[in-house]
């Protein structure tokens, strides 16, 4: 019979102990629920509703308990329901009366949240640190190639030349707000709601600041129904992930599209890459292409808990149960997203020369001859026509710009001297973009010096420890 079954006088069915178990997911929050139980154990000896004598037997059951479980020689039962069920029942077998005595004053409603919580914010410092590398990556490939001219692109066409750097750091410019989002989930998740019990509080003399002392919680939920009933912490965490993951997603699609032969922009090495059963020739982006294939279900585990909580009665309600799966999913997805495109930014190699010969293509330097001709005096959308003349010219004999000669341009408007030449060259055009923000060198090492004191400043917050 179950823990809770003095009212019962028959067992569930053997399906319906299944179907309501949660104990295959949330055995993974073992260290967090025995965490809890021991700060919960010596805040009631404390406060005198149970012996010092208890709580150290108590203390030392759990330590037993979870050596046990890390040691591989726990035997998890399904018939105990839960993960709080199953290290209660092994404790109370181990250490008797003390054992039964720890769930007073406390419910399964506020354990599982407190739980939930330590989880959620072990996992967003965990997750800020993998972010921290993928930056690190990022940043190292920026500045290794700060000089590497490439096509920058919009609707997938070519646009204006930009530095492979400024393209990388504006990469680590989401990461950056990533780490926001994930350092927002973690300060959700960092307020105690043990104590709280099934709804209403308790009438036994709890100090609920302390076990949030115990369990390095910042602060105590200040209303009982609400800490048992929130999961906007989990949801904080989700979109962060959710978000995060669409970044990642942007990311491996263009190592993807780069490492194609008609790109060929870079080289994946072969410990991020596959090959084909049938095609020898063969090198597939497939960790890119999981990485941007896993996106959708991170979204997925957030859409999920939507729509679980939107509709959901004060307070505790089973339906909760399903907060935490996709949770260690989104997290673990993401955490391995991280690592995995850390990797391969790290160890691809960039052929610089293959960028720039593309950025020779397209018109690139359509911009600046327009500029040039409103810079000496010709209304800017007159400029866009004259240019647009030009390069329909160049389709037309199948060349570029660079190819025009000068009475060709003279032809389209008497502006054009001998110095628009000049304006046709893709570093010179690189070097023009000067404000703030912009793709020159001088911006670029800007961004880069900014990206690594963010870098910087960010691991002190990552880093276990400073934040309690």
């Not at 399906?15 to 295959?24: E, I, K, M, V, Y």
């Not at 709580?55 to 759990?62: F, M, T």
């Not at 003390?98 to 769930?103: C, D, F, K, S």
Request: glycine fraction near 8%; include cysteine.
């Amino acid at each position: 019979m179950a823990l809770w079954s003095g009212r019962f006088t028959q067992d569930v069915s053997e399906f319906t102990q299944r179907f309501g178990a949660s104990l295959p997911v949330d055995k993974q929050l073992y260290a967090q629920d025995i965490a809890g139980s021991k700060a919960h154990a010596a805040m009631l000896a404390q406060v005198g509703v149970i012996s010092q004598e208890d709580a150290r037997i108590i203390r030392q059951g759990l330590d037993d308990v979870q050596g046990a479980i890390e040691a591989g020689e726990f035997a998890f039962d399904i018939n105990d329901e839960d993960i709080h069920m199953s290290v209660e029942k092994r404790l109370t077998e181990q250490v008797g009366q003390p054992g039964a005595r720890l769930h007073t004053g406390r419910s399964r409603n506020d354990q599982v949240v407190t739980d939930t919580r330590l989880f959620a914010k072990e996992r967003a410092r965990a997750l800020m640190e993998a972010n921290l590398q993928l930056r690190e990556a990022l940043v190292a490939q920026a500045e290794a190639n700060r000089d590497v001219i490439m096509p920058g692109y919009t609707h997938m066409q070519h646009a204006q030349p930009v530095l492979f750097g400024h393209h990388l750091l504006a990469y680590v410019a989401m990461l950056e707000r990533d780490f926001g989002r994930l350092q927002a989930a973690y300060d959700a998740a960092d307020a105690s709601p043990l104590g709280a019990a099934a709804l209403a509080g308790t009438t036994y003399p709890l100090d609920r600041f302390m076990t949030a002392r115990e369990l390095g919680f910042s602060r105590v939920i200040g209303n009982s129904l609400d800490a048992v009933s929130d999961r906007d912490f989990l949801l904080d965490l989700l979109y962060a992930c959710s978000v995060s993951c669409m970044h990642l997603s942007r990311l491996c699609e263009e190592l993807v599209l780069w490492s194609t032969s008609e790109f060929a922009f870079i080289e994946l090495s072969d410990a991020f890459s596959t090959g084909s059963s049938i095609m020898p020739q063969k090198k597939n982006p497939d960790f890119a292409e999981l990485i941007r294939g896993k996106c959708g279900r991170v979204v997925g585990d957030l859409v999920a808990l939507l729509v679980t909580m939107k509709s959901l009665p004060l307070a505790y309600n089973k339906d909760l149960q399903e907060d935490k799966e996709g949770a260690i999913d989104a997290a673990k997805t993401l955490e391995d997203g991280y690592q995995c495109a850390a990797g391969m930014i790290a160890t691809m190699t960039v052929k610089a020369d293959n960028m720039l010969a593309q950025a020779q293509k397209g018109y690139l330097a359509a911009t600046d001859v327009a500029d040039y001709l409103a810079k000496r005096g010709m209304p800017f959308r007159q400029a866009h026509a004259a240019v647009g003349h030009l390069v329909h010219l160049c389709e037309e004999r199948g060349c570029d710009l660079c190819d025009l000669s000068l009475a060709d341009f003279k032809a389209e408007s008497d502006l054009f001297e001998a110095d628009i030449v000049g304006a046709l060259d893709l570093r010179a055009i690189v070097e023009a973009r000067t404000t703030y923000g912009g793709t020159c060198p001088s911006e670029v090492a800007r961004q880069l010096a900014e990206a690594k004191g963010k870098i910087a400043s960010d691991s002190e917050t990552a880093r276990p420890g400073t934040r309690a």
